[in-house]
């Protein structure tokens, strides 16, 4: 069974940093793409990033891009997200979610979604 | 970016109807796009891709059509199980954008 538990989420100041995970399990994680998605309260999905099964690739949403890293730890079956000067429309939902291919030249969609952890920008 | 956009925003419906959702993107983007459905505090799951393909798994009421600019979510007898937020997403290029969701409310 696919399972993505993501962690790492909580209440932080703006300009802050924080670090998001996602630990994968019930499939061979360096064999798929990843992404992280996120929602605002109340509001609809957001594509943020995503990463190739190899970790060679990466890609952003414009609003993010220069203060959010994707990365993946294949021998851990782990996904991560580095946020940095973070800003009050940051706070959302955030979810990982898994792509049926490898590649990431094109978007993709998405077969299996975690939970989500919630991020609260706010002094 | 290509803005995908949902009609209606939402509506009422009743157990039994046939309902469809439709979706339009700015530009045209073949078949690469997705459906999915998101109940309240959960997280989204995929039901169609590539336009008109089931996921596993899912019930054969919900079907997709479909290509270029202008595509359809349909669910031929609505159950009660059904009542969610729907969700169009483009994978022709990035960002992947999705539409602002369809919410289907009970009547």
């Known amino acids: 069974e696919v399972q993505l538990v993501e962690s790492g989420g909580g209440l932080v100041q703006p300009g802050g940093s924080l670090r998001l995970s996602c630990a994968a399990s019930?499939?061979?994680?360096?064999?798929?793409?990843m992404s992280w998605v996120r929602q605002a309260p109340g509001k609809g999905l957001e594509w943020v990033s995503a990463?190739?099964?190899?970790?060679?690739?990466?890609y952003y949403a414009d609003s993010v891009k220069g203060r959010f890293t994707i990365s993946r730890d294949n021998s851990k079956n782990t996904l991560y997200l580095q946020m940095n000067s973070l800003r009050a429309e940051d706070t959302a939902v955030y979810y990982c979610?898994?792509?049926?291919?490898?590649?990431?030249?094109?978007?993709?969609?998405?077969?299996?979604w975690g939970q989500g952890t919630l991020v609260t920008v706010s002094s | 970016a290509i803005r995908m956009t949902q009609s209606p925003s939402s509506f009422s419906a009743s157990t039994g109807d046939r309902v469809t959702i439709t979706c339009r993107a700015s530009?045209?983007?073949?078949?690469?796009l997705a459906w999915y459905q998101q109940k309240p505090g959960k997280a989204p799951k995929l039901l169609i891709y590539?336009?008109?393909t089931l996921q596993s798994g899912v019930p054969s009421r919900f079907s997709g059509s479909g290509s270029g600019t202008d595509f359809t979510l349909t669910i031929s007898c609505l159950q009660s199980e059904d009542f969610a937020t729907y969700y169009c997403?483009?994978?022709?290029?990035?960002?992947?954008?999705f539409g602002q969701g369809t919410k289907v409310e009970i009547k």
């Open positions: 997403q483009q994978y022709y290029s990035y960002p992947g954008t």
């Open positions: 979610a898994k792509s049926p291919e490898a590649m990431v030249t094109l978007p993709g969609f998405f077969d299996y």
């Open positions: 990463i190739s099964g190899s970790g060679g690739s990466t």
């Open positions: 530009q045209g983007i073949s078949s690469y």
């Open positions: 590539a336009a008109s």
């Open positions: 019930g499939f061979t994680f360096s064999s798929y793409a």
